[in-house]
């Protein structure tokens, strides 16, 4: 019988886990400036950090070293539930058009507006297991998912960010 509940409870975890977006002081320029938590429920892909590879030769051998420079693309590409947050949508789209004025096509000065943002990990008991901190974030796409009434599935969103640093 042990064996049995040790079968039918395999891949349970992967039902709970939950991950969130979270903006530690709120969003930038917001009159709200509580943490703000949105889940996601899509896959979250980190960037891939990398840095150059320098190639000589020495006696007909090749020798690779580490470079001086980081290739890390340092983009962020989130999908997040909306379900009836507009609020945060109307803050989220704010931001973005700070970093951005949309008449003359200039980017704005970004060194005030640039955010703290975090992915955390929650397990069964929605305790915090694990937190990607990324600092000097700043908001370069935002996009409304899919309008389906047909579909169960909840509205989402979809934000580019750019950032500065990332703590594992």
Not at 85 to 113: G, H, I, R, Y
Request: aromatic share 12%.
């Amino acid at each position: 019988m042990a064996v049995e509940a040790e079968l039918l409870t395999l891949g349970n975890d992967q039902l709970v886990h939950m991950f969130q977006l979270v903006f530690p002081s709120g969003i930038p320029e917001s009159d709200k400036e509580d943490r703000i938590a949105l889940r996601i429920d899509q896959a979250v892909e980190p960037p891939f950090e990398s840095f150059n590879i320098w190639e000589f030769w020495h006696k007909g051998i090749k020798i690779r070293k580490p470079g001086r420079q980081e290739q890390t693309d340092k983009t962020l590409n989130l999908t997040i539930r909306l379900d009836d947050k507009w609020e945060v949508f109307k803050d989220l789209k704010q931001w973005q058009e700070m970093n951005f004025n949309t008449s003359n096509a200039t980017a704005l000065p970004s060194a005030l507006l640039r955010n703290k943002i975090a992915i955390e990990c929650y397990d069964v008991n929605f305790k915090n297991v694990y937190s990607i901190i990324y600092s000097g974030c700043y908001l370069t796409g935002l996009k409304i998912g899919t309008f389906d009434p047909a579909s169960g599935e909840p509205l989402r969103l979809i934000l580019t960010i750019i950032y500065n640093d990332v703590e594992y």
